[in-house]
């Protein structure tokens, strides 16, 4: 069984910094396209930023020049630097992995993590 854990949110002011960290922990041979999404209240889980097993990523409009996804892929980690917060940023914050391989050599869609709360206010 494959687990994702999330750290690193909290509460911080407009135009603050936190960088967020998602590590995947069991037993699987590599994991495809990782990611972060982002749900606020009453509103659609959204994706913030993405970034393939081969070093491509992309970001939503919203967040473009302001965040950085980055994987550390000999870890099984990825991170989210987010610089100049604002307070439309504030959301719960989800890991994901799109595919895992495992060490059978099959296939496993879409593995999440239990979300990590960002609040951006003053």
């Known amino acids: 069984q494959v687990q994702l854990v999330e750290s690193g949110g909290g509460l911080v002011q407009p135009g603050g910094s936190l960088r967020l960290s998602c590590s995947a922990s069991g037993s699987f041979f590599s994991i495809n396209a990782m990611g972060w999404y982002r749900q606020a209240p009453g509103k659609q889980r959204e994706l913030v930023a993405g970034?393939?097993?081969?070093?491509?990523?992309n970001y939503a409009d919203s967040v473009k020049g302001r965040f950085t996804i980055s994987r550390d892929n000999a870890k099984n980690t990825v991170y989210l630097q987010m610089n100049s917060l604002k307070p439309e940023d504030t959301a719960v914050y989800y890991c994901?992995?799109?595919?895992?391989?495992?060490?059978?050599?099959?296939?496993?869609?879409?593995?999440w993590g239990q979300g990590t709360q960002v609040t951006v206010s003053s």
């Open positions: 994901n992995a799109d595919r895992i391989i495992t060490i059978a050599g099959t296939n496993e869609y879409d593995y």
């Open positions: 970034a393939a097993s081969g070093g491509s990523t």
